[in-house]
């Protein structure tokens, strides 16, 4: 097989196929889109471009998208080193289609199947010895931009040299997280998933719960997707799950919970009715107007949600971590924990069943159900986070049969299935029957396994230095309040300032700023920055926002390179203790923005200052005067504009185009730990700008004269305004600049400050502050 994978072919231009080769295209591979006719393929195309959410990092790599058609163009297919399918799901017709292809493949060329569960022993017969060693099956999670798990299979005969390097092509430049499955019905994802699903509509009318009240005890309390149970069934779709569902039991007649497979009569009757969903916008959920009302079991019928209360749901949000809470509802003694229980129990119990039908290991089928449902633990790690021994000594008493490698081990005194050792993280490996050591990705930097070995140098509440190794020092963000979303806040200024000393006093030759939680920052500490309002200690406020600034303009400065590593939400101030650094190395999926105007503020921690200064860098070369660079940086702050990804995120000035940009966020500490190794060699601090160039008085009675226009028509009220005409101030440079007169980035950072302490005294501004904290979303005022 060639080991490049330069251009792909993806047959099939329907919402799969369409988006597949979007993420082809976001990773700058061309692919040709085949369908029936030319007609179909280019609408294909189109369509994938009018998707939300968005299958394209950026709309305009489309380009390297070619429509095509089987009658004009299958010689064509000579010219690509993968074939993907993605047709419908029928076995005859992609015997057809594999038939008709086979006599235009490249030597060497790879073809795959996107079937979610077809075998590949049915789509091999009668098929070529040649065409079975290249084929295999690789099962995308829809949409594939989003969705991280590969399932690759390999049939008998596939040629592991085709395996080997689908699969590293996945993960390095698709960014896929690639899990082995067997040949089996729906794989491992599907299977056991599908099985939680099915059996929460079960116990749902046994129990007399609604499904409002299940979403809300299956959903982020748990560590599960907010759409949790029902409303993942409408978005996925009712006949699509009942079709996964039908497939298991209809090839699966070993199984021992085949039953649970079969489509409940309620949910039948819903699908004779046409609600399939989200698609038809009726399904366990419909919304009319405003309203969402939920389905009555009974009744088949509509009505308004039920207010959820439940003990056990206020006992187990009071826990800080996923595991503590999934611990706490799992052994309440409320409605809520009963159903917890059963649900849980069952799953871990017909997932242990299935090794090792559907896989070997544990890791798979953790890493498929983290990948593929958004799990934040995989079945096996929930086990142990509710204690292995005493849940199975539980399950027991209760009459559950567990299986039998499972009570083997809990019989010979093991307390978990994960666990480390003096030499690192270890494993059970059912085979071996003993725990071995959990294979390392030398790409993958695991900061919770160095930590564990030893290498944490300093600590608080909500951030840690970590040596991870070749003389370069990360720090670490780990909210002890709000560990998903990260404020930044003075344990972590204070972690920041700490690094600022310690990197060159121990011989570091650099730093990482970046971690492995659910999202880089989602900004300042909202909460505090209200308290000191509140308390009119404006002194608090404006020392706040100095600090800030002068431990990012050190780090900045320093004599050693520093990089960040973004990811996932990266507003207000969790931008602005990244975007000082030397190099930004993103994660693909960052979704960056100083949002600052939506709690009546500004940027206060040099926001301003690094969106001028990456503008300034694209705009100097088409030396187009001041006005334009205040303007765009304008645009993009004053309305608070935030990015769907990371080549967004450089359009909007966010990141600059030296910044690098990878697809695989298991990758993205160890990428950014490279930079750092790359720039130390002779390495030259930058010198601070003394040469910003803004247009003063005249550029802001422009944006002034605009605001006035806004008010006017409208879109916009005086508190709008006035926040406007405060950015506009620090943007043009108060009554220091002009157009003859340049300023440094101290002006720009002093007048920053002053505006952040103005509009924090603005009455209208904190009632914003409160009501986000509140409600979760910005007050317009």
Known sequence: ??????????????????????????????????????????????????????????????????????????????????????????????????????????????????????????????????????????????????MRLLELVAGEKTDSAHVATLASFCEDVLGKGVVTAKDTPNFIANRIGTFGMMLCMKLTPEMNLTVEEVDKLTGTLVGRPKSATYRTADVVGLDTLAHVARNTYEFCPNDEQRDMFKVPDFLAQMLEKGMTGQK?????????????????????????????????????????????????????????????WELLA????????????????????????????????????????????????????????????????????????????????????????????????????????????????KRNWCASLVDIGDGVLNLEFHSALQSVMNPIDASIIDMLETALE??????????????????????????????????????????????????????????????????????????????????????????????????????????????????????????????????KTFETIGFGKVSSSAKEAVRLGYLRKSDRIVLNSQHLLSEAKQAVLALSANYQPPVMRKDIVLPGEGGRLAIDASLDDFVKAGKISAHDRLIGAALARVLTGGDIASPTRPVDEQTVLNLEREAFVSLCGEKLSQDRMQHMLKKGKPLRN
């Open 502 to 631: 310690l990197v060159p006093r121990e011989g570091f030759k650099g730093l990482v700023i970046g971690h492995q939680g659910q999202n880089f920052s989602a900004g300042a500490n909202l909460a505090l920055i209200l308290q000191l309002c509140q308390d009119k200690n404006w002194q608090g406020v404006e020392a706040i926002s100095k600090t800030f600034q002068d431990v990012t303009q050190a780090l900045k400065f320093a004599p050693y390179p520093v990089v960040a590593a973004p990811f996932g939400l990266c507003l207000g101030g969790g931008y602005e203790s990244a975007a000082f650094a030397d190099q930004v190395v993103a994660s693909a999926e960052l979704y960056c923005g100083l949002v600052e105007v939506g709690v009546g503020l500004i940027p206060g921690a040099g926001g301003n200052l690094r969106v001028l200064l990456n503008n300034l860098a694209t705009l100097e070369k088409v030396r187009s005067g001041p006005f334009p660079l205040v303007q």
């Open 346 to 457: 069952g799953t871990l119990i017909y997932t242990a069943n299935r090794l090792p039908e559907i896989s070997d290991d544990i890791i798979s089928v953790d890493n498929a159900m983290k990948w593929g449902f958004g799990w934040e633990m995989g079945p096996f790690e929930t086990w142990d986070a509710i204690g292995l021994q005493a849940s199975v000594k539980r399950m027991e008493r209760e009459g559950k049969k567990v299986p039998a490698w499972v009570t083997d081990l809990v019989k010979s005194g093991a307390q978990h299935f994960y666990g480390y050792s003096d030499s690192g993280p270890v494993y059970y490996d059912l085979s071996a029957k003993k725990d071995v050591p959990y294979p390392q990705d030398e790409k993958s930097t695991d900061l919770l396994s160095l930590k564990k070995a030893g290498k944490e140098v």
């Open 1 to 146: 097989m060639a080991q490049k994978i330069e251009k792909v072919a993806v047959l099939g231009a329907g919402v799969m196929g369409a988006q597949l080769a979007a993420h082809f295209s976001n990773a700058g591979i061309p692919s040709l889109l085949f369908d029936i006719s030319q007609e179909i393929s280019e609408k294909g195309k189109a369509a994938a471009l009018a998707l939300k959410p968005a299958p394209f990092y950026n709309p305009r790599t489309a380009n390297l998208i070619e429509p095509c058609n089987y009658d004009d163009h299958v010689s064509r297919l000579g010219e690509v080193d993968w074939v993907v399918e993605a047709v419908i799901e029928r076995l005859d017709i992609k015997q057809l289609l594999f038939n008709r292809i086979a006599p235009h493949l490249k030597d060497g060329a790879a073809v795959s199947s996107n079937t979610s569960g077809i075998s590949i022993e049915k789509m091999m017969d009668g098929m070529a010895d040649d065409f079975q060693k290249r084929f295999l099956v690789t099962h995308f999670f829809n949409p594939p931009r989003y």
């Open 280 to 340: 038809v916008r009726q399904g366990f959920y419909q919304k009319i107007d405003k309203d969402i009302l939920s389905i009555n079991f009974s009744t088949l019928e509509h009505g308004p949600q039920k207010k959820v209360r439940f003990d056990g749901f206020r006992v187990a949000k009071s826990f800080h971590t996923t595991a503590e809470r999934i611990k706490a509802l799992a052994f309440s003694d409320d409605a809520a924990g009963k159903f917890f």
